[in-house]
């Protein structure tokens, strides 16, 4: 795992299976990314521990790509994970767009569930 990540993820909490292995395929496909995170965004919804995720990733991979490019990218590489979940949203930048907002600002704004009613208090 890289530096940022352990940095990043070296808190006491208990990382799930499928998160575990996400993180291992983003670090192994975008190991010198100068941006990666994975945030399990679970606890928002009634599903489960490991149903819902979020990646971050700021890669010259991504340059002269589409959106539609970016995202079959990270399909085809979690694509197993991806069977096992509800939800996986992606915030993909290339390096030439990486910015000082973006820095500050890479909050992915995803509607609510199915769910949401049930899971109003926690929003």
Known sequence: MSKFLIRFFSSNRH?????????????ANFGDSVHKEVLNTSWKHSRGSETHFEVHLVSDKFE?????EKNRMLNEILKEEIKMI???SYRLLPLSKWTVKDRD????????????KANKQLY
């Open 105 to 116: 600002n890479l909050n992915i704004k995803n509607p609510p569930c199915v769910n949401f």
């Open 64 to 68: 002269n790509k589409s959106i539609l």
């Open 15 to 27: 990382f799930g299976e499928i998160e575990k292995k996400i993180i291992d395929k983003i670090e």
């Open 86 to 88: 509800h939800s996986i």
